[in-house]
């Protein structure tokens, strides 16, 4: 491996969505920098930062029906029996919810947990709360996946937070997802939740620190084989 391919291996792609923020930063740090020269470098580590918040790496996601596989980095706030929001159309029995809490500097890019059909998505406007705050799951301006599985319905919801103003989803429905796809984008921290079909088990602990389309929130049945992966 010569250096260029050790580099390129690297160096962690950034988003599309997030070129233009990193060129604003950019920008800006020039013009701070002609006002007084140690702006620049103020602005230049805020750049780097910005595109480092926009990164999307490549994952490996094991590939098994029977797993649900976390839609985000970051920190697993909340795992319990709740009520979907009504706009699911999951009816109003408790299921198994799992959060992924996303702060600003956890990657950001939203992959789907388990492999299927998109039936629906809806979005709705809300506040801008605390994501961490239970309340925030039915306050907060959120965008919500329906994806028809193997083992039923599951529910993913985009949530933003206190930071974050805008949700981004460019999938469809109808699309067909694969688990680890990337179906969107939350910009500057927000949070995830995950509400399951009857039958899973959570397999993570409050507090553990989650992979986007790497760790294994939950699973459907037991005594399985090996389980293989493939990048996305």
């Known amino acids: 491996m010569n250096l ?10 950034v988003h599309k969505e997030g070129y233009p923020f990193v060129i604003a930063f950019f920008v800006v740090s020039l013009i701070l920098g002609w006002i007084w020269e140690p702006l620049f470098w103020v602005g230049l580590v ?7 918040f926009f990164r999307d790496p490549e ?3 094991p590939q098994d029906e029977d797993l649900v596989i976390s839609p985000a980095d970051g920190r697993v706030s909340s ?14 029995e ?7 809490f996303m702060n600003v500097f956890n990657c950001h890019v939203n992959r789907a947990p388990m492999r299927g059909r998109i039936r629906e ?3 709705r406007e809300g506040e801008f709360l605390n994501a961490e705050l239970d309340k925030a ?4 301006e959120r965008n919500s996946l329906i994806i028809e599985t193997k083992h039923g319905d599951l529910g993913v919801v985009q949530i933003a937070g206190l930071v974050a103003r805008r949700i981004l989803c460019w999938s469809t429905p109808g699309e067909n997802l694969e688990a680890g796809e990337r179906f969107g984008l939350i910009r500057f921290g927000s949070r995830l939740d995950v509400f399951l079909p009857e039958g899973a088990v959570a ?19 037991s005594g399985r084989g090996p389980v293989v992966s493939r990048r996305t």
């Open 94 to 100: 408790p299921r198994l919810r799992i959060t992924v």
């Open 46 to 52: 805020l750049t780097l930062w910005c595109a480092y």
């Open 121 to 123: 998505i809806v979005y």
């Open 4 to 13: 260029f391919d050790t580099i390129r291996r690297t160096i962690v792609p």
């Open 203 to 221: 397999r993570v602990s409050l507090g553990q620190t989650a992979i986007a389309g790497e760790t294994v929130l939950a699973e459907f049945g």
């Open 59 to 61: 994952r490996v996601t």
């Open 137 to 140: 799951s039915d306050d907060n």
């Open 79 to 92: 795992i319990g029996m709740y009520s979907p929001p009504a706009e699911l159309g999951l009816g109003a």
